[in-house]
């Protein structure tokens, strides 16, 4: 994949454009990289053309200027699309990236191609109270890494991952991540509940793993009886990064959900 960095952002961004039909966008977890998705692009790079980013504060995205923010992600990948020449594109996000998923999905519908959503959250339909519980706990997680990112990683990769290998590979990338980069994630609750979903005109896919916290299998069933026309997943032996714990039938059930295949 080609390494490349936004003309109108602090964005980096990976493409791997072999000529195929189809784009695929793929946007990663707080605290690692585009990394993440290394099982993906080996899997797809021979059936789909590529674009995965790192968000910004996070790997290569961190020569930030005054003003930039998280809020501006949206516009910043549709600005990449226009610079690659993308028309329209599947959109794949695990946990924060599924948010910012949904964000891109909400600001740029023309631009989607299907949404497949995992670990996140309806940013259109949020309880408040939930709201509430997520922050202190987040917060309380901010506490251990200004302390030492390495205790922080070390109590993420259990949070983040099911499978040992799933957890070292998680940990690696997260070891890396700079505490400056937690200002970056202040404004996230400001893209929750600020539109209506409408009538998609693309198909949604979101799922969880069966080993992630109680509350996330909530969420996503709470999604799925907002939005009943979608397709919903849940991987046995995953837990929050589905994509890392079962990488195989995690790309599986994307490939069939992309060509529209009732049974996932």
């Known amino acids: 994949m080609k390494t490349k960095i936004s003309d109108s952002s602090p964005i980096a961004y990976f493409v791997s454009d072999e000529g195929h039909d189809e784009w695929v966008l793929f946007i990663h977890a707080a605290f690692v990289t585009h990394d993440m998705f290394k099982t993906q692009f080996k899997y797809f790079q ?3 053309n590529i674009l995965a980013i790192d968000i910004i504060g996070h790997g290569l995205s961190s020569k930030t200027r005054k003003g930039d923010s998280i809020l501006k992600m949206s516009e910043w990948i549709f600005d990449i699309m226009q610079a690659e020449g993308i028309d329209k594109l599947h959109i794949v996000g695990v ?3 599924a948010v910012l998923a949904q964000d891109f999905a909400n600001n740029h519908p023309d631009a989607v191609s299907s949404l497949a959503c995992f670990g ?3 940013i259109n339909n949020f309880d408040i109270s939930i709201q509430r519980k997520n922050s202190s706990q987040q917060m309380l997680m901010m506490l251990k890494a200004l ?4 205790w922080f990683a070390k109590a993420n990769r259990k949070i983040s991952a099911y499978t040992t290998k799933a957890q070292d590979e998680f940990f690696a990338m997260n070891i890396r991540f700079p505490k400056k980069s937690f200002m970056f994630l202040a404004d996230l609750n400001r893209m929750v509940n600020r539109q209506k979903t409408g009538k998609r005109a693309y198909p949604l896919l979101i799922g969880c793993g069966r080993y992630d916290i109680p509350m996330e299998l909530e969420l996503t069933e ?4 907002n ?3 979608c397709r919903m997943v849940v991987f046995e032996n995953a837990g929050h990064c589905v994509n890392m714990d079962v990488p195989l039938e995690f790309n599986k059930t994307l490939e069939a ?3 529209g295949q009732k049974n996932l």
């Open 257 to 259: 959900f992309w060509k």
């Open 227 to 229: 939005e009943p026309g």
């Open 95 to 97: 946990s924060l990236g």
């Open 147 to 150: 302390f030492s990112v390495k």
């Open 222 to 225: 709470a999604w799925k009886a």
């Open 46 to 48: 021979d059936k789909y």
């Open 120 to 122: 996140g959250y309806d």
